[in-house]
């Protein structure tokens, strides 16, 4: 059973900046890919940002250009930088996981952008 656990979340004015950061209890040079997903009240939970073990990336189009996904094998860490945030972007974050056939999620972090 793989854990991962998410931090970095929190409250930031419009403009301001966050990092998120998801440290797995396995190995990540294993998984077919990790990122973040969003949810926001009363909308389905949407992706933000995903990078393969080969390290391409993929962005929702509302966060290109703003937010920057990254992994570190040697610490079992992906990250998010968040920039420009917008009210917007207000949601809970979670990390996820693809290996193999299964899929894994964190606990989420609130993250929240007040105007």
């Known amino acids: 059973q793989v854990q991962l656990v998410e931090s970095g979340g929190g409250l930031v004015q419009a403009g301001g900046s966050l990092t998120l950061s998801c440290r797995a209890s396995?190995?990540?040079?294993?998984?077919?890919?990790m990122g973040w997903y969003r949810q926001a009240p009363g909308k389905q939970r949407e992706l933000v940002a995903d990078?393969?073990?080969?390290?391409?990336?993929t962005y929702a189009d509302s966060v290109k250009g703003r937010f920057t996904i990254s992994r570190d094998n040697a610490k079992d860490t992906v990250s998010l930088q968040m920039n420009s945030l917008k009210p917007e972007d207000t949601a809970v974050y979670y990390c996820?996981?693809?290996?193999?056939?299964?899929?894994?999620w964190g606990q989420g972090t609130q993250v929240t952008v007040s105007s």
């Open positions: 996820y996981a693809k290996l193999a056939l299964w899929d894994y």
């Open positions: 990078i393969t073990s080969s390290g391409r990336t």
């Open positions: 396995a190995r990540i040079f294993s998984f077919n890919a």
